[in-house]
């Protein structure tokens, strides 16, 4: 098995990111991950044992005994929530799944009130937490950070998972989880998710769940994505590559009354304006057509579903909240129940909880 002991940062940074997989795996776990990094490290085979694994602990859960049960499986554990970007879902999901499963936690909410603003390097910061702590759970500006970071506990002398709650432009693994195990559940009695259409729109050339969700995506048979954005938002060219190269059918339009028309799911996203260059720039976008609001809604199929990783703006109005059909208050708690497997299985606990007696 590839061990990141047994590269070099400098040749593991160069590596593709399929490529860069075997490095990260849990021993002995066939396939599940234990740093989760980047959306490349799953396949279909791990994402069903996931969802299958979340709908276990949400399950078991409901009961006293049940919830008890789940609290001891990993009360030995101590994970670290280091947060350098603002969170509201990320931040309390990962801590609410530690919850579940018995886990202290710790955290840093703003690097300004860590050591890290006298000076420290992230390297030491990292070193720092995982003196105290057995998992660290991150979200920050810098893109690859959580990856250089992993690299560097993994050659050090306390080496612990990191787990990657959004990094920079570039990628946040477990909302895409969160967002499979979404579709996943919304499809499961209406024939499954294989062969359904996607659409997302918004900011896509700077929304990392867009570009983690759209490779997951590509470990389902026939599914194709439609992307709709204002022309200076759509999906950057590293995520048409991928999908290109992988024979997968997609489509770049301006139109979302057409792509709702034939969607299964809608995924809305924000305006990411925090990354303009200069203040205000992306308000000179006209954004108007990339809402979704009555007209829309009523050009949904029955069955199918809004998503959005939210926080919202004003890209769905709230006029569809209550409508069946609108996912995204389940699609957020759902986030709970599928980072609680993620944990769980990082510390190599699937096949307990999987076959508990509860
Ligand atoms: N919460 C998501 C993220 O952190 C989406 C967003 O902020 O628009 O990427
Ligand atoms: N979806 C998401 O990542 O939300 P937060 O930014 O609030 O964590």
Redesign the pocket.
Known sequence: MAKLTEISWEAFESLPLEEKKPYLELPGGDGMPYHTLFAQQFDRANLERLCALANRIRFINKSKEGALYLKNVLSHKRAMLYFSQ??????LSHLAACQILGMTTGSVRDAATSSEFKGESHEDSIRTFSSYFDMIIM?SPERGLAEKMAWELSNSERPIPILN??SGKDQ?PT?ALLDIYTLVRSFENKGGLDGRTVTFCGDLMRGR?VRSLSYLLTNFKNVRQIFVAPQELQVPADVVMILAKKGIDFEVSDNLKEATRVSDAVYMTRIQDEWDSAKGDSSKIDTSNFKFGPEELALLGPDAIIMH???RRDEISTCCDHDPRAMYWRQ?RN?MWIRAALIAATFGFESSIMNCGY
Not at 86 to 91: A, E
């Open positions: 603002p969170s509201s879902r990320t931040f979200r709650a959004g946040h909302q769940t990783p939210l926080p957020m986030g």
